[in-house]
């Protein structure tokens, strides 16, 4: 199990702050998925690559999109450019069924897979645990490994009821942060990082501010909102310049997590996969905060 450390990200002096981030995580998968009906797919819906091999149907992917990074993954061809879907990548590869979800496109390249008689099969996006049970059995239907499909969602559920919640409540803020393209966003209910925070018994400083999942924040709001702890993925943090960037953002330094440095970062392909990779991420995160809090 890969464990929270704490790394020192852009340091620029001896006591620059040092964040928890979260790498990576154990999957949970099964020892025999059985057969598939399908033999050549493409995973382009976010987490259905992961969940393929946590089925034991690994030998069927050929294809994945670029946000599937995991190492178990990286012999797999990537045939997305960006987080576009480029047709002819995936025409050449011969696929019998690609699955997509509602941010696959753009739509001009689907029409084209279709018409050019591949199996397109749409897959329901996860947003909080429970959803985790209804991408499964839609990956595992489209594949023909339906009992699969049921084993697995039986050990991750059976995983989550066993997992530690954090010892220290703590108030959390996500922030999304895109700093090339100045993207600074408040997460908000329905970002999916709230499930996660209540999962380990704290409270989504960003929930209780906005219905909305995504939502502008000014220095004022965040201030106001006064986060124990500040999430984001690693990627953003590292848009932004590290820790230093993030303090210098508007709001950030006025907020208890700002001021002690208590910043959690996780993999940008981790924090919002909502698969089989779940359970250890929430072990960690209620460890790294109980950490964080100390």
Request: aromatic fraction near 2%; charged fraction near 20%.
């Amino acid at each position: 199990m890969a464990l929270a450390t704490a790394l020192a990200l852009t340091a620029c002096s001896s006591s620059e702050v040092a964040v928890q981030e979260i790498k990576s995580a154990a999957a949970i998968s099964i020892e025999d998925g059985g057969t598939s009906s399908a033999t050549r797919v493409i995973a382009l819906a976010n987490g259905s690559a992961e969940i393929l091999v946590s089925l034991g149907l690994k030998p069927i992917l050929i294809g994945r999109d670029i946000a599937s990074t995991e190492e178990v993954l990286l012999d797999i061809p990537i045939v997305t450019s960006g987080h576009q879907v480029v047709a002819e990548n995936i025409l050449k590869l011969n696929p019998d069924l690609v699955l997509i979800d509602d941010a696959t496109g753009p739509l001009a390249a689907i029409k084209t897979l279709r018409e050019n008689g591949i199996k397109i099969v749409q897959v329901r996006q996860a947003w909080t645990l429970s959803d985790i049970n209804l991408k499964i059995a839609d990956i595992a239907g489209a594949v023909g490994a339906i009992p699969a499909g049921a084993a697995l969602s039986e050990k991750i559920n059976q995983s989550l009821s066993e997992v530690k919640k954090a010892d220290r409540k703590a108030r959390i803020a996500f922030l999304y942060l895109r700093g090339g393209n100045s993207i600074y966003l408040l997460g908000g209910k329905g970002s999916g990082a709230d499930s996660l925070i209540t999962a380990i018994n704290s409270v989504d400083a960003g929930a209780e501010f906005s219905k909305d999942p995504f939502t502008p924040v000014s220095a004022e709001v965040l201030a106001e909102l006064n986060p124990d702890v500040i999430l984001v993925m690693s990627k953003g943090l590292a848009s932004v310049g590290g820790v230093a960037g993030l303090k210098a953002l508007p709001g950030v330094a006025q907020t208890t997590a700002g001021k002690k440095g208590r910043i959690l970062a996780v993999d940008d392909s981790l924090l919002l996969s909502f698969g089989p990779r779940t359970p250890d991420l929430i072990l960690q995160m209620a460890a790294s905060v109980d950490e964080l809090m100390r």
